[in-house]
């Protein structure tokens, strides 16, 4: 009897970890079966190739980076985004997550939230929402903060490009 | 006289004395008139004498010790029991039909005679039908015993059959003659086994239906990753989102750190003009 109630009991432990990453998990499930959203997904098999194919003398500090993922979700829509950026923003309260920092700027939103583990983040969400714009991003792997702050100013100019179709007032 | 009796109590603790000096110690005990200095013994000896006769009278003892004699259970010792109560004169009425079988095995285990007269006896009655219960358990006995002479070995095989047929046409009292204790422990322990057996099946069910829920739950993502999502499968393309992301994120989170140095700055020129 005892060792039937001690595999219940894992089962259920097991169950209440699940559910934690299922709060993301359910997010992005969510997000997917509506039709306004756009998702991009990159695999950590394709994190592998996209290494192997960075040009190591020229970005080594996006190969030293992109070393280090193991994967992209990127979500996005135009329509109802403050409603969604609330309500992602409420999803998103988890206790093993720990918001970094918020930036409110007139009609825009940013918030990074990162999921720590063994001292290094391992889980980097960034939330975005404007007044026609919502973003939602997840990165996975082993992720430096100061290796990205240092990518930059070097990325600025070819980021441009991105980011003005992503945040079309910039 | 109480100077005997207390040379005889002396013998008796030594464990010396015979029966009939011990009946007379009895028998002056169970008296009225005894000496002050054995008075202090007589409540000893009273209860021997209530044990003993407790134990002749407690016929329901001999009762149980012949149901397990019949089921040739018993251990030496308790047949030796038997033996010395059938062999005593305080048999009770309900045993006498039992004294010609014990008296049997007795003349038979000391001398070895081959005179079966009582088993044959019986067992003429037997075809005519006309043994009593008590009779036919003596029967049944003599031919479990193993004990059998040659001339009962035929019917041997015939009780034999009788004792597995009483079991087969009572499925539900396989063990008809067990002592209930024993049947009721037995129904216990089959009780237990089925309980062990239903929760070593209830954990493994429980197993299996965690085991498909996270699978469903995996193959779920893994399904709607496919409807409507944008999986990349070039490497470059790869390697110039995440570029792209990167850069967001970088822009973002340095948009952050400056806006922190502007509120600096502003503190320091605030500071700098109230001095």
């Given at each position: 009897?005892?060792?039937?109630?001690?595999?219940?009991?894992?089962?259920?432990?097991?169950?209440?970890?699940?559910?934690?990453?299922?709060?993301?998990?359910?997010?992005?499930?969510?997000?997917?079966?509506?039709?306004n959203?756009?998702?991009?997904?990159?695999?950590?098999?394709?994190?592998?190739?996209?290494?192997?194919?960075?040009?190591?003398?020229?970005?080594?500090?996006?190969?030293?980076?992109?070393?280090?993922?193991?994967?992209?979700?990127?979500?996005s829509t135009e329509k109802e985004t403050s409603k969604i950026y609330s309500e992602a923003n409420k999803?998103?309260?988890?206790?093993?997550?720990?918001?970094?920092?918020?930036?409110k700027d007139k009609d825009t939103n940013v918030k990074?939230?990162?999921?720590?583990?063994?001292?290094?983040?391992?889980?980097?969400?960034?939330l975005i929402g404007s007044k026609n714009k919502f973003v939602l991003?997840?990165?996975?792997?082993?992720?430096?903060?100061?290796?990205?702050?240092?990518?930059?100013?070097?990325?600025?100019?070819?980021?441009?490009?991105?980011?003005?179709?992503?945040?079309?007032?910039? | 006289?109480?100077?005997?009796?207390?040379?005889?109590?002396?013998?008796?603790?030594?464990?010396?004395?015979?029966?009939?000096?011990?009946?007379?110690?009895?028998?002056?005990?169970?008296?009225?008139?005894?000496?002050?200095?054995?008075?202090?013994?007589?409540?000893?000896?009273?209860?021997?004498?209530?044990?003993?006769?407790?134990?002749?009278?407690?016929?329901?003892?001999?009762?149980?010790?012949?149901?397990?004699?019949?089921?040739?259970?018993?251990?030496?010792?308790?047949?030796?029991?038997?033996?010395?109560?059938?062999?005593?004169?305080?048999?009770?009425?309900?045993?006498?039909?039992?004294?010609?079988?014990?008296?049997?095995?007795?003349?038979?285990?000391?001398?070895?005679?081959?005179?079966?007269?009582?088993?044959?006896?019986?067992?003429?009655?037997?075809?005519?039908?006309?043994?009593?219960?008590?009779?036919?358990?003596?029967?049944?006995?003599?031919?479990?015993?193993?004990?059998?002479?040659?001339?009962?070995?035929?019917?041997?095989?015939?009780?034999?059959?009788?004792?597995?047929?009483?079991?087969?046409?009572?499925?539900?009292?396989?063990?008809?003659?067990?002592?209930?204790?024993?049947?009721?422990?037995?129904?216990?322990?089959?009780?237990?086994?089925?309980?062990?057996?239903?929760?070593?099946?209830?954990?493994?069910?429980?197993?299996?239906?965690?085991?498909?829920?996270?699978?469903?739950?995996?193959?779920?993502?893994?399904?709607?990753?496919?409807?409507?999502?944008?999986?990349?499968?070039?490497?470059?393309?790869?390697?110039?989102?995440?570029?792209?992301?990167?850069?967001?994120?970088?822009?973002?989170?340095?948009?952050?750190?400056?806006?922190?140095?502007?509120?600096?700055?502003?503190?320091?020129?605030?500071?700098?003009?109230?001095?």
């Open positions: 009897m005892k060792n039937v109630f001690s595999i219940i009991m894992m089962l259920f432990i097991g169950f209440a970890a699940h559910a934690q990453n299922d709060a993301i998990e359910s997010l992005f499930k969510d997000y997917q079966a509506d039709a959203f756009k998702t991009v997904y990159i695999s950590p098999k394709m994190f592998q190739m996209a290494y192997n194919a960075t040009d190591v003398n020229d970005e080594k500090e996006l190969a030293a980076i992109v070393k280090d993922l193991k994967g992209l979700r990127i979500m999803r998103l309260n988890i206790r093993t997550y720990e918001t970094l920092a918020t930036i990074f939230i990162t999921k720590e583990t063994n001292g290094s983040i391992s889980e980097l969400l960034l991003m997840s990165f996975t792997g082993k992720i430096d903060l100061n290796k990205i702050a240092k990518l930059s100013k070097k990325l600025d100019i070819d980021g441009a490009e991105y980011l003005d179709k992503v945040n079309s007032k910039k | 006289m109480t100077a005997k009796i207390t040379k005889l109590l002396d013998k008796y603790w030594e464990g010396d004395t015979s029966l009939e000096e011990e009946h007379e110690i009895k028998q002056y005990f169970l008296s009225d008139n005894i000496d002050k200095q054995h008075l202090q013994y007589k409540g000893l000896f009273v209860f021997f004498n209530q044990q003993s006769t407790i134990q002749t009278t407690l016929v329901a003892d001999i009762d149980a010790l012949l149901e397990k004699y019949w089921e040739a259970e018993t251990s030496e010792k308790e047949e030796a029991i038997l033996k010395a109560y059938f062999k005593s004169n305080y048999i009770d009425q309900k045993h006498e039909a039992f004294v010609g079988l014990f008296d049997f095995y007795d003349k038979r285990s000391q001398i070895r005679t081959t005179s079966t007269t009582d088993i044959d006896a019986l067992l003429n009655k037997y075809w005519e039908g006309e043994t009593t219960e008590k009779e036919e358990k003596v029967l049944k006995a003599y031919f479990k015993s193993g004990q059998i002479e040659e001339a009962h070995l035929p019917f041997a095989d015939l009780f034999d059959f009788f004792e597995t047929q009483q079991q087969i046409t009572y499925p539900t009292k396989v063990i008809p003659m067990q002592p209930l204790d024993e049947q009721v422990h037995i129904e216990k322990k089959s009780n237990v086994r089925v309980i062990s057996i239903f929760s070593r099946v209830a954990a493994v069910a429980i197993f299996i239906l965690g085991a498909i829920f996270i699978f469903n739950n995996i193959n779920n993502v893994a399904q709607s990753n496919s409807t409507n999502v944008y999986v990349v499968e070039d490497p470059e393309e790869a390697l110039r989102i995440t570029r792209e992301a990167l850069a967001m994120v970088s822009t973002k989170f340095r948009e952050s750190q400056e806006s922190l140095k502007e509120i600096n700055s502003i503190d320091q020129i605030t500071l700098f003009k109230s001095e």
